[in-house]
């Protein structure tokens, strides 16, 4: 497993910037976030954090509070999915761009550094100061086309 103690730290100091009560549980959402290689809804989050911590009794407004809490604190992003809801993963992961399937809400990361290019060459040309981006492409994926 991956070490997670720099960033649950920045949650630590987050939730202590602003006045709120540390708990298990927020600790728990997030860690679970990091530690998955796909991007998760309240759904999949709720199943996962069951099965790895049934004794916790993390119900499910617990998770849809925490995840609020986590996007408002630049930790964790979403893509907005029609039937999946929103879809999370962390900041921490390198940057990449997203193709989103509308037929089985698969999502494919990519990564093309002549897109990244020419994205700063535009905003350059524009007298643009570049600061982030996102990219969704959306449409049907390879198996959902037959
Ligand atoms: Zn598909
Ligand atoms: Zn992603």
């Given at each position: 497993m991956q070490d997670n103690s720099e960033i649950i730290d920045k949650l630590k100091q987050i939730i202590k910037e602003k006045g709120l009560k540390y708990t298990k549980q927020r600790e728990i959402i997030f860690e679970t976030i990091l530690n998955s290689d796909a991007h998760l809804n309240a759904d999949e989050l709720n199943m996962i954090i069951g099965q790895k911590y049934?004794?916790?009794?993390?119900?499910i407004a617990t998770i849809y509070r925490a995840l609020a809490f986590l996007e408002e604190s630049n930790l964790i992003s979403s893509i907005a999915l029609d039937k999946d809801g929103k879809k999370f993963e962390p900041n921490t992961k390198t940057h990449h761009d997203h193709l989103i399937c509308v037929k089985c809400n698969k999502i494919i990361e990519f990564l093309d550094t002549q897109i990244e290019r020419k994205q700063e060459k535009i905003a350059k040309e524009n007298g643009f100061k570049l600061l982030n981006h996102t990219m969704y492409l959306y449409g049907v994926c390879k198996d959902c086309q037959d």
């Amino acid at each position: 497993m991956q070490d997670n103690s720099e960033i649950i730290d920045k949650l630590k100091q987050i939730i202590k910037e602003k006045g709120l009560k540390y708990t298990k549980q927020r600790e728990i959402i997030f860690e679970t976030i990091l530690n998955s290689d796909a991007h998760l809804n309240a759904d999949e989050l709720n199943m996962i954090i069951g099965q790895k911590y049934p004794d916790e009794k993390i119900g499910i407004a617990t998770i849809y509070r925490a995840l609020a809490f986590l996007e408002e604190s630049n930790l964790i992003s979403s893509i907005a999915l029609d039937k999946d809801g929103k879809k999370f993963e962390p900041n921490t992961k390198t940057h990449h761009d997203h193709l989103i399937c509308v037929k089985c809400n698969k999502i494919i990361e990519f990564l093309d550094t002549q897109i990244e290019r020419k994205q700063e060459k535009i905003a350059k040309e524009n007298g643009f100061k570049l600061l982030n981006h996102t990219m969704y492409l959306y449409g049907v994926c390879k198996d959902c086309q037959d």
